[in-house]
């Protein structure tokens, strides 16, 4: 399934006017993120696994191209913004899941 959401798509299982998907459904779940490998935004790697016909590539955690979209206000966030940030959308004050830390590696290439 595909949703327009703040003028940009986002592909997924059940997703949401705000970005929630059927993986991840909390009132802090919004937030999608854009994949290297089809510069498309999905709710979470689940639902790029389940969507996409390839397998995820990570977006460099230093790249300066927007990465996450705020699925509230959609403000567009880079991949260090993103993950230095406070949990919190910068542009209208959202709260982000905090639980996403835990799958940064999923998400973002740190060159490691």
Not at 28 to 34: I, K, Q, S
Not at 66 to 82: I, K, M
Not at 86 to 104: I, K, L, Q, R, S
Request: hydrophobic share 30%.
């Amino acid at each position: 399934m595909e949703r327009e959401i703040h003028g940009r798509t986002a592909r997924g299982v059940e997703v949401g006017p705000e970005t929630r998907c059927a993986h991840y459904d909390t009132d802090r779940d919004v937030v999608a993120l854009r994949f290297a490998c089809c510069d498309e935004y999905y709710p979470c790697f689940r639902c790029h696994d389940a969507a996409a016909d390839h397998d995820a590539e990570r977006v460099s955690v230093e790249s300066s191209a927007s990465a996450v979209l705020c699925g509230v206000c959609g403000a567009e966030l880079t991949p260090r913004e993103f993950v230095d940030g406070t949990h919190e959308c910068p542009e209208c004050g959202v709260e982000f899941n905090p639980g996403c830390a835990d799958h940064y590696e999923l998400y973002f290439d740190f060159g490691e």
